[in-house]
Each structure stands twice: as structure tokens, then as C-alpha cells.
């Protein structure tokens, strides 16, 4: 008897019960179960009806990803699959929670479907960078038609009851009690005589529609930068157009086996789970966390309006304070005209943008924080202003309250040396914008308690971010890494290449943004006034960041002057060339003794990713970092790294850390031998071997 998935009776209607949490995935047990039961239900007389449900907080949400490092153990997905289906006896899948992958395949192998108004259901296997090997491909085609099907594949979004039975992916929409409405369901296909209607009956025929669609989703993928699993996805479906149903499952077997192998999808699967481990501090037990129902913001400007937004959505409320009145209205305004943005998209509803508003408080009276259990100082940049708040905060909030600064750069200890509670005190560094952006670094001092971090940790949970763990260094993990990635790219502008190639270089390695396009949109003063602050602390190098510094210096601060590396039409972001930029930088480099040449897409992209990887493996040897998979973590959800290529250590182990170190050596011996210098880490694990994406501090 499996002690997963077991079966019970209601009546003439057998009730086969998944059992497996926490997701109910379907691993090895599961499949073994289900094979057991179906076949018990088979073989009862008495059973004239199946309904196939799951306990806990979700239908099965997909196959065990922990599972796809090995061949998968008997039985398999498409030979049980193929037995449900193949039941002389109408099968209903009830669905609750998230139905994803494996999941809704498994319910596509059942003959009809209902589900639960909260349920959704999708196909994430686009995020771990494989093609959907449980028949999917061959089914969903068959089931929602064509169109849907591929782009449900493609784009790996879930669609929420209503759209699922509108696209024909569900039957109907349980009201009251799932079980009790799909058993009800059930009876009533006895009683009408509707018999098994089987996904592996109905042919598809190729129209000329079905061809321009395809061919146009084939233009798509082969844009898609260094991706292969796209292409791969409409491979399989083609596969269920052109031919019969067995043979395309065949098909479809070899296709999703042979996605798994690509770099691509083992990448993915690592970030999938290299997510979930940042919550894992040595030494912190996450139940430890304070709780933190509600929260308090300092400064309502650009990061302080993003924070208060994503403890609204999260339904947390929160009280946004300001210098003044005026300060504080604008700030209110602000956030209320981005959720009317938000609504005109169609992203919110106006009940939605009220529900929202109402739990967004805004004051300019310390006392309103005193008992918020966190609160996030959002002022300007400036060490002296930021300790003057915290000891504000220190008098006014109450004992066990987190103490929270979002500084970029400045020193969390120092900040937290105003307060007579250092170990409440904790960096919370978002990225903006903040109620977009999923990472959030969590800066711990030698004081920070661990239940303030295991707080964080949930925190970020709660607001739906990722956070990751960094130690109070310059930088935290993120920024300093960017430091000589942005150091070599604008260097490069000085030897010879242009914005719009060194950003074009790292956009077709697969960034989401060129750093000069970054810099021109986040507003090029930024970094500018940092450097400025950090003046002793930076190379002697007057080519070191020069190209930002002149246009500062010209007032070219990008988008919001209309013009820095690029130059902008109004209330447009399109990138245009700035040839007075190229000839100023030209100039430059004539008077620094630089001598221009031309630089190759392949030169830009090594010099770029080499610095990003050394500095990380140098943030790993310093113990900033807690793990190789926190930076990867970190540079994929805050820095647009493509997540396809894993985040920069991965990587890193992709090219070969051999390799790696050749490059910096050989910039080392042309460009600059100062700064060239490979980390420890790096080439103590180039000689044994070792990956560097296995590293850990733990
Ligand atoms: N396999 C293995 N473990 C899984 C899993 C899966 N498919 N999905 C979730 N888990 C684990 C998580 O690692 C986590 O473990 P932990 O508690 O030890 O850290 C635990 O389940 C709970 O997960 P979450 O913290 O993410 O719980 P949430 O409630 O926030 O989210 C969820 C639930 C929406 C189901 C989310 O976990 C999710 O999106 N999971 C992935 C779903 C997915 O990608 N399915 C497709 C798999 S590929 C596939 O099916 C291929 C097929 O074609 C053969
Ligand atoms: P901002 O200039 O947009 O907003 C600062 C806000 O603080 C203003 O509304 C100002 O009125 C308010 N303020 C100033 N003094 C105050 C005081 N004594 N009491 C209450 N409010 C006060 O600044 P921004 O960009 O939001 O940055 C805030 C912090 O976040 C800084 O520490 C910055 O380094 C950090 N940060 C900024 C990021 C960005 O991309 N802008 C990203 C991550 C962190």
C-alpha cells in the first residue's frame, strides 16, 4: 500500500488522494501510488468513476526537480500516464493550489478537469530550461489548440482559473467544497452516459494559421539570445501536428531528455534551488524569526514610495515618514499615481489600487513609528543624517522593533553605533524599483541578531523577493562586484569603442540592459557622487571611471537630462548615438596617452564578465558572500544576468576557470597589470579542479 497516494470511496466514485508535501510533486512514490490505485479502481467493478485529488496546499505542482539529475525511476510518466487515460471509466482531476508541469499533466492524462476559483495552472518548465516530458506537449496542443498550447510553453506564465476554463484547459469551476463538487461532477458524467473523452484521440490539422504562428514563434526563439529550449519546445509541438499520438510522445521524450542536458536547463534547475538555500544561515533557525506584521519607512523618494508599495502589495501595513507634511503628500501622491499605472495596464484593479492605498499611512511624526515591528530608514545617502535618524529611532520605537537601513555603500555598524540596540540593526538593500525588483541583500554587522535575519529572511518571502545574506563589506555583494565591470566598460569607451557596442556586447551575451544603457537610465551622477564620497579609497588611475565623471561634469546625467552615453528624444527611452560623447571621449583618451583601436564584440564581453567574475570569487574569499550560489542569486534576480547562463560563477565554471584565469593573466600582461590580478580562490580552484559554483563559506 502506497503512503502517498491512497483510495478512498464516495459512493460508485473512487477518490484517488495524493498525500506528498509539501508540493505534492511527482516523485518516484507518487507515480508508484498512483499506478496502485488506478489500477485497484480498474479493476473494481463497483467503481464506475475516478476523481483525482490532492491533500495539503496544492494540486501536484510539477515533477520533483530534485529527480532530473538522473534518469527517472520506473514507473515513468508517459507509460502511467497512458494507463489513466486509457481507463474505460471518466476520470476528473480536481485541482487546487498551483497545477504546474508534471502537474497539470497529470491532469491532462485524466478525462476531464475541474478546479478551484483560486487554482492556476501553467507550465513553468520555460524557467528551469526544460521541455515538458510528461506529454504535455502532446496533449495540451490537443486540449487548448495550438496557439495556446506553445504559449503557455513559451512563456511559462500560470493562467488562473477563469482563463484556464475559457482556453478549455478545465471543465468547470468548483463553487463550495472541491472534493464535494468534483465528486458531484463525477456522478453527474455517470448519470449522462459521458464515457472517457481521451487528449490522445483528437488530431490536430495544420492550417495555414497554425504555419504563420509557427513560423513566427520560430523568428522569436531564434532572437532569444544563446537559448535553445525555446526552439526545443516547438519542436514538440510540431511534433504533436505532424504526428500520431504515440510517436509524438516518443518524440517528445527524446526532446525533453536531450533539454535537460543543455547547460542551459542545468543552470536554471541550480538557481531554482539556489534560491531557495539563501534562506539557510549557519547558525540561524528560520522559526526564530520576530514577527513583523507591520512596518515604518523614513523618506518617501524614489526607494522609500518602492519599499512602501511592496509591503502593500504583501497586504502589510506600513506608515511612510517624511520630512514634512508637503514631503509626505507628494510621496502619497506619487505611490497612488503608479498604482494608476499600474490599473491603466490592466496589472491591478481600482479595488485593488484602494485596498493598497488604505494600508500606505503617511506621517511626519516619529511617535506613528513606535510600534511598527520594522522599520526602513530610505533617506539621502549620507552617514551623519542616517545616525541622527537611528538614534531618533533608538528613543522612539519600541523594544524588538528591526531597525533597517537601505544604504548602497555606506557601514551598517557604524549606522547602528547611534542605537544602544546594534543587534536590532540590520541593511535591508533593495534594488529599484523596489516593488519590482525580487532582491533584497540582507546586510548582517558582527552585532545583528540572528533572529532579526531569520526576520529578514521572511520578510523578503513575504514581499516576494529573494533575499540573500551579504556581509557589511563596500559594496555588499552586488555593487561591489558591478565596481570593475563598469571600471572595464567604460574604460573600453576611452580605447576606442562606442556605447552602443560595449552595451550591445553584453546585451547579445544575454544581460537584460548594457551597463552604459543602466547607467543612463538609473541616472549617471549616481555612481558619480558615490566615487566622490570614496575619493581616498580609489585607484590612482586617471582614466578610472572618466567617461561618467565627464558627463557629469557637462551636466549629461542621461534620461533625465535627455542626454549621458546615448542621447534620448522626449518622453522616449530609445537609445540614440551621442556623438559629441564619442568625441569628447576620444579627446580624453588623446590627452591620458590611451591609444584607440578598434575593440571586437568578444574582447568587450570577456574583459566585462571576467572582472564581474573575479571580483565575485574575491567576494567569496572574503566571506561577504556565504555562497558562490548567493552570488549567482544575486547577480540573476537584481542585475539582469541571464538567468540561462546561471549568474557569473556558474558560468565562470562553464568557460573553465582554466580558461578564466588565462584571460585576466593575458589582460594583465596587455592592459594593466595592477589591476589584473586573478583572486586566490579563483586559481587555487583553477589547479584542482574544483568548481567554483560549489564553493560555500558554511
Ligand atoms: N520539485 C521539488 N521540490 C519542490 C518543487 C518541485 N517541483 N516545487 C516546490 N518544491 C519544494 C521547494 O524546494 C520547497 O522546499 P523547502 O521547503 O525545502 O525549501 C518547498 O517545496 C515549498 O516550496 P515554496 O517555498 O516555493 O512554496 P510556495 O508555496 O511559495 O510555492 C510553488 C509553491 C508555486 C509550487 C513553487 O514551489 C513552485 O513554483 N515550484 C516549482 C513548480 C515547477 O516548476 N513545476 C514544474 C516542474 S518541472 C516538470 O514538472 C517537468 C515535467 O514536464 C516532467
Ligand atoms: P531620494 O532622494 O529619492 O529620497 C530621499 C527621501 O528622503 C526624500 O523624500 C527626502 O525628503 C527624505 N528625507 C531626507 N531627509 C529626511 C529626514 N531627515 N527625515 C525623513 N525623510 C527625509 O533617495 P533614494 O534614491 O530613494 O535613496 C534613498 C536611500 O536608498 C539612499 O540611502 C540610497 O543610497 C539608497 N538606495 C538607492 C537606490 C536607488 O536606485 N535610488 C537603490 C538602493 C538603495
Redesign the pocket.
Known sequence: MSEVVRLERSGRIGLVIIDNP??N?ISRPVRQGLLECFRKAAADRSIEAVVLLCDG??FI??????EFDAPMAQPT?HPLFAEMEALDKPTVAALHG?A????F?TALACHYRVANPGARVGF??I??G?V???G?TQRLPRVAGVQNALQMFLSGRPVDAEQALAMGLIDAIADGDLRAFAVAYANRLVDEGRGPRRACDVAIERTPEIDAFLQEQRRRASRMRGRVVPGMDIDAVEAAIDLPFGKGIEREQEI?DASLETTESRAMRRLF?AE?ATGRIPGVDPASARPLASGGIIGGGTMGRGIAMSFANAGIPVTLLDVDRAAVGKSIDAIRGEYQRSVKKGRITEDGLEACMRLIKGSDDYADLAEADVVIEAVFENMALKKKIFAKLDKTCKPGAILASNTSTLDVAEIASATKRPADVVGLHFFSPAHIMRLLEIVRTDATAGDVLAASMQLAKTLRKVGVLSGNAYGFIGNRMMDPYGREAERMLLEGATPRQVDDALESFGMAMGILAVYDMAGVDVGYKVREERKDLLPDDPSFYRSSSMLVERGWLGQKTGVGFYRYEAGSRERHDNPEALEMFAAEAKRLGIKRRDLTQDEIEQRCLCALINEGAKVLEEGVALRASDVDVVYTSGYGFPRHRGGPMFYADTVGLKEICARIDGFAKTLDPQYWQVSALLRELAASGKPLADCANE
Open positions: 509539501p508540493v510533486a496546499r496544492t505542482a510539477g515533477a520533483d526537480i530534485a510518466c498551483t504546474l508541469g508534471g502537474g499533466e513553468p518548465e524557467n528551469l526544460i515538458p516530458g510528461a504535455g525533453s534551488f531557495k
